[in-house]
T-cell receptor
């Protein structure tokens, strides 16, 4: 079974531009979460999607947005990029959201490394 | 608000030595606790998780962790470290998040700052 895939793996943008990152979850997984990882702030939760709906959201400005498609693939978008947006963006998927959360495991992708100049 | 503290930023051990990585959490209800490992340039790999029941949890690669509610701790241990264990380790806490459509999610994890493990031959 293929793992979580993220594209592109590396990206260089300049301040003020916008960027779209893509995440394809493991086949059959319907929940996708996004995290930002930086040396200063560590790993921070961005948002979670399930069945094309945002279920949870972290404390990030409105410049950060996302969506999920009917095939569970997800994209996140960052508009008006700032230098501080340089980070590794990780996507994680989990299976059908079951009543018994103990059965769930999140699988992380390799991440997209974004550099803003 | 939930939080996780990993007091040790960097730990160095010799190959074959035992290892304990510390994790303290703050969470208002019964926590779900996780340990992840990240190798350079890689994503996160789940080592083990605790939801309920036996407080000693076994994971992959010979790791185990013990949940101590009274100390709000979830320390990771390995009896004999291998050179390939060198990586960064993250402790995380989450909780059940009921969803309108039914079911639950723990997608909103709060991570510690990580502990970098160096293994000397």
């Amino acid at each position: 079974k293929a793992g979580v895939t993220q594209t592109p793996r590396y990206l260089i943008k300049t301040r003020g531009q916008q960027v779209t990152l893509s995440c394809s979850p493991i086949s059959g997984h319907r929940s996708v979460s996004w995290y930002q990882q930086t040396p200063g702030q560590g790993l921070q939760f961005l948002f979670e999607y399930f069945s094309e709906t945002q279920r949870n959201k972290g404390n990030f400005p409105g410049r950060f947005s996302g969506r999920q498609f009917s095939n569970s693939r997800s994209e996140m978008n960052v508009s008006t990029l700032e230098l501080g947006d340089s980070a590794l963006y990780l996507c994680a998927s989990s299976s059908l959201l079951l009543p018994i959360a103990e059965q769930e495991t999140q699988y992380f992708g390799p991440g997209t490394r974004l550099l803003v100049l | 608000a939930q939080s996780v503290t990993q007091p040790d930023i960097h730990i160095t051990v010799s190959e074959g030595a035992s290892l304990e990585l510390r994790c303290n959490y703050s969470y208002g209800a019964t926590p779900y606790l996780f340990w992840y490992v990240q190798s350079p340039g890689q994503g996160l790999q789940l080592l083990l998780k605790y939801f309920s029941g036996d407080t000693l949890v076994q994971g992959i690669k010979g790791f185990e962790a013990e949940f101590k509610r009274s100390q709000s701790s979830f320390n990771l241990r390995k009896p004999s470290v291998h050179w390939s264990d060198a990586a960064e380790y993250f402790c995380a806490v989450g909780g059940r998040s009921p969803l309108n459509a039914g079911g639950t999610s723990y997608g909103k994890l709060t991570f510690g700052q990580g502990t970098i493990l160096t293994v000397h031959p």
